[in-house]
């Protein structure tokens, strides 16, 4: 299953994120090979794992973390296209924010500062939305796993970085709270394997553009792996869960 345009929607690049081994600029060459025409730069934010000095001032603290974003802008060109978005943290439980810009950044420079909700409500007052990112994903560094679908306009269903059961559960509690689900890479650097990505039925020129698919109900989330393009919800491994999660999961 081909038919549509193929965007990554979740990628870091080493200007703003710690645990990425990447530039924005050198994305691009493998990302067309893996047949993506376009990829959302979604570095982690502040409060997460970002390599952005703390001690700047804020102004300059954004202007830093747009470099990855800019840097695989510059070297797009008119076959892919590169758009811009954010993962937020709070607790262990990350969000991805499309829609938002620089200036809505520098509006809010006490974002950080905010409950879940607050920022939420900052987020849906430049008509930008939420995604809970991998919301079962297992790691050690977490004790548990913490879910507010109150904030969620969407739901991260299969993070390729997450073995199958944990992508599984995610997909069966996007599924039981009746909203949209996407899928993406988790993509730190160019690898071979399984990759994901959301099907559009059009080229985008922002991740606003593509939060308003998503939202109507005109986006799918598939899985690429060895050329093949798979919808997530054709996929048993990914939506039949085998297990509950090994960690307590708290609502928040």
Same mark, same amino acid.
């Given at each position: 299953?081909?038919?549509?345009?193929?965007?990554?929607?979740?990628?870091?690049?080493?200007?703003?994120?710690?645990?990425?081994?990447?530039?924005?600029?050198?994305?691009?060459?493998?990302?067309?090979?893996?047949?993506?025409?376009?990829?959302?730069?979604?570095?982690?934010?502040?409060?997460?794992?970002?390599?952005?000095?703390?001690?700047?001032?804020?102004?300059?603290?954004?202007?830093?973390?747009?470099?990855?974003?800019?840097?695989?802008?510059?070297?797009?060109?008119?076959?892919?296209?590169?758009?811009?978005?954010?993962?937020?943290?709070?607790?262990?439980?990350?969000?991805?924010?499309? =829609?938002?810009?620089?200036?809505?950044?520098?509006?809010?420079?006490?974002?950080?500062?905010?409950?879940?909700?607050?920022?939420?409500?900052?987020?849906?007052?430049?008509?930008?939305?939420?995604?809970?990112?991998?919301?079962?994903?297992?790691?050690?560094?977490?004790?548990?796993?913490?879910?507010?679908?109150?904030?969620?306009?969407?739901?991260?269903?299969?993070?390729?970085?997450?073995?199958?059961?944990?992508?599984?559960?995610?997909?069966?509690?996007?599924?039981?709270?009746?909203?949209?689900?996407?899928?993406?890479?988790?993509?730190?650097?160019?690898?071979? /394997?399984?990759? =994901?990505?959301?099907?559009?039925?059009?080229?985008?020129?922002?991740?606003?553009?593509?939060?308003?698919?998503?939202?109507? /109900?005109?986006?799918?989330?598939?899985?690429?792996?060895?050329?093949?393009?798979?919808?997530?919800?054709?996929?048993?491994?990914?939506?039949?869960?085998?297990?509950?999660?090994?960690?307590?999961?708290?609502?928040?």
């Amino acid at each position: 299953m081909a038919d549509g345009f193929l965007y990554e929607t979740h990628l870091h690049t080493s200007e703003g994120s710690a645990c990425a081994r990447c530039s924005g600029a050198d994305y691009k060459e493998h990302m067309i090979s893996r047949g993506y025409r376009g990829m959302i730069v979604t570095d982690h934010f502040f409060n997460g794992n970002s390599c952005i000095d703390r001690n700047l001032p804020w102004d300059k603290r954004v202007r830093l973390y747009m470099q990855g974003y800019e840097r695989a802008l510059e070297t797009a060109g008119a076959d892919f296209d590169v758009l811009f978005g954010i993962e937020f943290n709070f607790e262990g439980d990350e969000y991805l924010i499309y =829609g938002a810009d620089e200036k809505w950044l520098l509006d809010n420079s006490d974002i950080m500062e905010l409950t879940r909700r607050e920022v939420y409500a900052r987020v849906h007052q430049a008509d930008a939305i939420m995604v809970q990112a991998h919301p079962f994903r297992e790691r050690d560094y977490l004790t548990d796993i913490k879910l507010c679908p109150q904030i969620s306009d969407a739901i991260e269903a299969y993070n390729a970085r997450n073995d199958d059961n944990m992508n599984a559960l995610a997909f069966q509690y996007a599924k039981g709270l009746k909203l949209p689900m996407t899928a993406g890479s988790d993509i730190h650097y160019p690898y071979e /394997g399984a990759m =994901g990505g959301m099907l559009l039925p059009c080229r985008i020129s922002s991740s606003a553009e593509y939060a308003a698919l998503l939202m109507e /109900g005109k986006a799918k989330p598939v899985m690429t792996c060895d050329g093949r393009i798979s919808e997530i919800a054709s996929e048993r491994s990914l939506t039949i869960p085998s297990c509950k999660s090994s960690k307590p999961v708290l609502y928040m």
